[in-house]
């Protein structure tokens, strides 16, 4: 738990010297998406998902207030969408969208949404799409190079803090990590991504923060 207050000390320090504007911005865009999916009739189009997501999410948005309490203040938002180019996310401010594609992909059981979920609002809480965005967009190999290790170090950090969540949640840590056991059993030998860990190396990491947690 030491090393995930420590990331969000350094992000709150981080968020107290960026506009609020940011959090109007990322609205902004959330409604533009949200008003998109409803135009095609795939906004909250699964009740019994859309229930679900809405009986777990408020247990990781409590425990994201205890690890960062201005997000106490965030005006939080829960929609699922059946678009099955859409995943899951949370944007700044407690934006949250969530794939029934990817959840009916993985055919997730509570305690694993609850991981997806918590690992999406990890990324808010720290702040990391925040630091994605303010990154200068060049061509060049070596800004490449360092977008693609942020980007990663990142995802590594959203597991972190986002198994220590739904873990203060209330979430055994052992159904929290089967999500990434999943995520080994849906990944093609020699897949690679600039932007996530592998599977593999997620579900490991996972594992040994599990079996530190005692549960």
């Known amino acids: 738990m030491r090393g995930a207050l420590l990331i969000l000390a350094l992000c709150s320090t981080l968020a107290s010297a960026q506009p609020v504007e940011y959090r109007s911005e990322a609205a902004a865009s959330y409604r533009a998406i949200l008003a998109g999916l409803a135009a095609r009739g795939k906004l909250d189009d699964d009740d019994a998902?859309?229930?679900?997501v809405r009986r777990i999410s408020p247990g990781l948005i409590g425990a994201a207030a205890q690890?960062?309490?201005e997000t106490s203040a965030w005006s939080w938002e829960i929609h699922v969408t059946s678009d099955p180019s859409k995943?899951?996310?949370c944007m700044a401010g407690g934006k949250v969208l969530v794939g029934g594609a990817l959840v009916r992909r993985l055919a997730l059981t509570d305690a694993e949404l609850a991981m997806l979920l918590a690992h999406e609002i990890a990324h808010a809480v720290a702040d990391h799409r925040r630091a994605v965005s303010r990154l200068t967009m060049e061509s060049d190999a070596t800004e490449e190079m360092r977008e693609a290790a942020l980007a990663l170090a990142q995802e590594d950090e959203a597991d972190r803090i986002g198994i220590e969540l739904a873990h203060r949640a209330g979430w055994p840590a052992a159904g929290l990590v089967s999500f990434f056991?999943?995520?080994v059993a849906q990944e093609s030998a020699g897949t690679f991504s600039a932007s996530h860990p592998s599977a593999a190396a997620r579900a490991a990491a996972a594992h040994a923060l599990a079996r530190k947690l005692g549960d």
């Not at 998902?49 to 679900?52: E, F, I, K, Q, V």
């Open 49 to 52: 998902l859309l229930a679900r």
């Open 67 to 69: 690890m960062r309490a």
């Open 87 to 89: 995943g899951a996310f």
């Open 181 to 183: 056991d999943k995520l």
